[in-house]
């Protein structure tokens, strides 16, 4: 390992939870080189749910000052020795999921427990500002943390999809989507614009988007969705009860507040042993859940968390084969304040 002491990096920082839209250019130095690392100019970064989460302390104490960012995407500027599955030039990305996949590398042990000390591991470095720390002029990882993007996604395109993507992909794959298959997607907002768009490169037969008014109606059904639920209606639970396959609920706003959709109501859409999977990541618990609500079909109640470096990879292939899209607004990496603002807003 070399100490590399001479390179210095610059990113923007959040210096205090209570002031987490204010960024400051500061000064960082990299870790060492080792002989399987990269270093990658820093293009283009998205601004995830997570970032939100970390940088207002919602998640716990964070160690600052703090460089978030986890969806990056740029080139490669340099390579190590022993470095084989990149080269100075290509197109690539880095995002939080790779850390499942290190952790699993020679570990056959796939349970609960192994996934539980992966995810202690992102938190770790979410808090540090030390693997992933995307809003900075460069980054230095393991090639295995690091993903080829395919050359018909431009890499603006590619930057969300390493980790609001791959949120909405793997849990689609895991349980099931595709040919046959009915999913609902409750909220349409940064994962659920993905996880419509993927449902239909799925070729699932039904892909049904639920809000509660009109308003996203038109953007459900262009994003792929065949079916569109105003769950502010009346009666539109009878009308769905037993119908799908799947849901996946990224908002669980929907669900935590009386005159939205209770988590019963959902469950009574899924068919016998349907399962509901929840990707957003509160700052508070889920709401209460009545067991009858869940053994009256069966049904499942589970969560997601990113997915692994092949899925990563398999999805990318995907997008860009079937042409999913990232709907993104792009702002100077010197907005980022803007940027957090507009996330922590709801409108992005």
Known sequence: M?????????????????LWDQFKVTDFKPKGMEDKD???????CGVCGSDIHTITGGWGEVRLPLISGHEITGHVVR?????????????????????IHIYSLGNTDTSIQAHKSALAMIVNDARTGQRTS??????????????????????EQAAPMLCAGITTYSPL???????GKSVGVIGIGGLGH??????????????????????????ALAL??????????????????????????????LTNVSQHIPLSDIFATL??????????????????????SLIASGVLLGGSHIGSKAEIVEMLDLAAKEGVKSYIEMLPMKEVGKAVQGMKAGKG
């Open 2 to 18: 070399s100490s590399n002491t001479e390179i210095q990096w610059k990113g923007y920082a959040v210096h205090d939870t209570k």
């Open 38 to 44: 990269i270093d990658i100019k820093i293009e283009y």
């Open 79 to 99: 390579v190590g020795p022993k470095v084989t599955e990149f080269k100075v030039g290509d197109r690539v990305g880095l995002g939080l999921v790779s850390t």
């Open 134 to 155: 995307g809003y900075a002029t460069a980054i230095r990882a393991n090639e295995l943390f690091v993903f080829r993007i395919p050359d018909a996604l431009p890499l």
């Open 173 to 179: 794959r895991t349980n099931g989507a595709g040919p």
């Open 194 to 219: 993905y996880a419509l768009q993927f449902a239909k490169a799925m070729k699932s037969d039904k892909v049904v988007a639920f809000s509660h008014s009109e308003n996203k109606k038109a953007d």
């Open 224 to 253: 792929g969705a065949t079916d569109f639920v105003n769950t502010g209606a009346k009666n539109w639970v009878e009308e769905w009860t037993d119908t799908l396959d799947i849901i996946l609920v990224e908002r669980i706003e």
């Open 271 to 292: 068919k016998v042993h349907g399962r509901c999977i929840m990707l957003a990541l509160p700052d508070g618990a889920l709401p209460p859940i009545q067991p009858f």
